[in-house]
């Protein structure tokens, strides 16, 4: 089955250490997200790729980097990272179409930070 | 800033009992609107979505959702609800203009348990 796939599912990591999260996918799409979602709170997108081209959200700290080699592929690089940035770690992928297109999330990577 | 609510947090149900969950969002203009289920463990998963035509959306396991424009209202339903549905059920949107694809702003989600 076409899926986006996460590695780790749980990444824990020291205060400060650089971390980096995994996405794959084998849908071909176009768009490539990753979102925060801390306990108890709605999915915040941190940045989108399409294609080549990364699209950083205005909030989103600097501490936070991505990478993406290949369609297939997208990294979420957190370069120190805090208490404050434990949370799950969401990939999602979609594929520009007339109209409006969905997003297909991969399981998450939830991040502890000690 | 744009937003999206879900107006309950937890919503615990009897099996059998009809449900309704409601999602209202702050946008004016075209938009995109989505239901999203994450069932105990699982990614979240597409239940329905609106992008135009008929504003009531029939999505799967018999979810529906009505698209009011002039209330800003998404609210999704089933009118009888199973223990299978347990899970976490998020409304997004993804707000007017520009490309097809793009940022999704979530509500908060409600959890719903059916007991059996």
């Known amino acids: 089955d076409a899926m986006v796939i996460q590695n780790p599912r749980y990444q824990v990591t020291q205060f400060g250490k650089p971390v980096t999260l995994s996405c794959s996918q084998t849908?071909?799409?176009?768009?490539m997200y990753w979102y925060q979602q801390k306990s108890s709170q709605a999915p915040k997108l941190l940045f989108h790729y399409y294609d080549k081209d990364f699209n950083n959200e205005a909030d989103t700290p600097d501490n936070f980097q991505s990478r993406r080699p290949n369609t297939s592929f997208c990294f979420l690089d957190i370069r120190s990272p805090g208490l404050g940035d434990a949370a799950m770690y969401l990939c999602?992928?979609?594929?520009?179409?007339?109209?409006?297109?969905?997003?297909?999330f991969g399981p998450g990577t939830r991040l502890t930070v000690t | 800033a744009q937003s999206v609510s879900q107006h309950n947090h937890h919503v615990i149900l009897s099996e059998a009992a009809s449900l309704e969950l409601g999602c209202n969002y702050s946008?004016?203009?075209?938009?995109?609107l989505f239901w999203y289920v994450q069932y105990p463990g699982q990614h979240l998963q597409l239940l329905l979505k609106?992008?135009?035509?008929?504003?009531l959306v029939k999505g799967i396991k018999g979810f529906e959702a009505e698209f009011i424009k002039s209330k800003f209202s998404f609210n999704l339903r089933k009118p009888s609800v199973q223990w299978s549905d347990t899970a976490e059920y998020f409304c997004a949107v993804k707000g007017p203009g520009g490309t097809s694809y793009g940022k999704l702003t979530f509500g908060q989600g409600t959890i719903l348990t059916v007991h059996p």
């Open positions: 999602a992928t979609s594929e520009p179409g007339t109209g409006g297109t969905e997003q297909y």
């Open positions: 609106y992008f135009s035509g008929d504003p």
């Open positions: 849908l071909n799409h176009n768009v």
């Open positions: 946008y004016g203009g075209t938009v995109n």
